[in-house]
């Protein structure tokens, strides 16, 4: 079984050395927030996530039946 973003996005931030406030301060956000989307939290803004995501050098690909792999950019 796939592990669950909030899983990555927590090993990444570990991983890097960077504390949840830390990780907040460079994404521009919140520390609740990175706690609350690593522990999986569902009402969390995408925007917000992306912006963890650009800091811990992750990036998303959306898989499509009919447009393949697509690369999932800033909003």
Request: hydrophobic share 45%.
């Given at each position: ?30 520390k ?44």
């Amino acid at each position: 079984m796939g592990r669950s973003l909030a899983h990555l996005i927590r090993s990444h931030r570990k991983k890097s050395g960077l504390t949840q406030a830390q990780l907040a301060t460079m994404a521009g956000v919140g520390k609740t927030v990175v706690f609350d989307v690593e522990h999986g939290k569902k009402t969390i803004i995408f925007a917000t996530i992306q912006k963890m995501l650009k800091v811990l050098n992750i990036h998303l690909i959306a898989q499509s039946p009919l447009e393949g792999n697509v690369t999932i950019e800033e909003i």
